[in-house]
Every structure is written in C-alpha cells, then in structure tokens.
Nanobody, 121 residues
Framework: QVQLVESGGGLVQPGGSLRLSCGASGSILRINFMGWYRQAPGMQRELVASISSGGSTNYADSVKGRFTISRDNARNTVYLQMSSLKPEDTAVYYC???????????????WGQGTQVTVSS
C-alpha cells in the first residue's frame, strides 16, 4: 500500500507565506516525477510546479518567482514553499507522483488527498 499525505495548508493573509509538504510512504523503490497541482472551485486542476528525480523544476507562469518546489529523496518528500501569496492562489493543493514500487509495478500520476490553502484578509 502506498500513500501520499499532504500537510501545511491553512488560512494566510495576502502577501504571506506557507510551506506545503507531501510525504510518500509504503513499499516504494523510487519516486520519479513529483508535482503540485491545485484546483479552485469551478476550475480545472492545474499544474503548479514539478520536480524530477534529478532536481529539474518547472513552474506555472502564475507562480514563477513566488513559489519554490524542492524534494528530499531520502525522505520521499516534496515541498512547496509559497511566498507573496495572492487571493487567486486559493485552492485545494494536491501532490502527484510517479512511484516505482518494491517488487515491481509503477503507480503513474498517483494523487494525495489534497490540502486547502486559503489566501484572504
């Protein structure tokens, strides 16, 4: 059994910061792609940032210069440091990963349960 568990969401004022974490647990051999997506009410889920196993990163234009994605491969954890938050960043943030399992098999596009981020004064 593999789980992705996000944490760190909450309510923050505009201009504030939050750090999201997503830890993977279970029979994991290796994690390749890891990413953060978000979904606002009535909107489609969108990619916010991603990071490869080698550390290459990619960001949505809307968050470049404000958000930073990083990962700790030893802990099977990905982080999203969010700064200069805006009300339009309000959404449920989801962790996503491609996971190679011990004993074989790959879980592609595996989702966490999501964590709410609300930016409001």
């Amino acid at each position: 059994q593999v789980q992705l568990v996000e944490s760190g969401g909450g309510l923050v004022q505009p201009g504030g910061s939050l750090r999201l974490s997503c830890g993977a647990s279970g029979s994991i051999l290796r994690i390749n792609f890891m990413g953060w997506y978000r979904q606002a009410p009535g909107m489609q889920r969108e990619l916010v940032a991603s990071i490869s196993s080698g550390g290459s990163t990619n960001y949505a234009d809307s968050v470049k210069g404000r958000f930073t994605i990083s990962r700790d491969n030893a802990r099977n954890t990905v982080y999203l440091q969010m700064s200069s938050l805006k009300p339009e960043d309000t959404a449920v943030y989801y962790c996503n990963a491609d996971i190679m399992r011990v004993g074989g098999g790959v879980l592609r596009g595996y989702w966490g349960q999501g964590t709410q981020v609300t930016v409001s004064s």
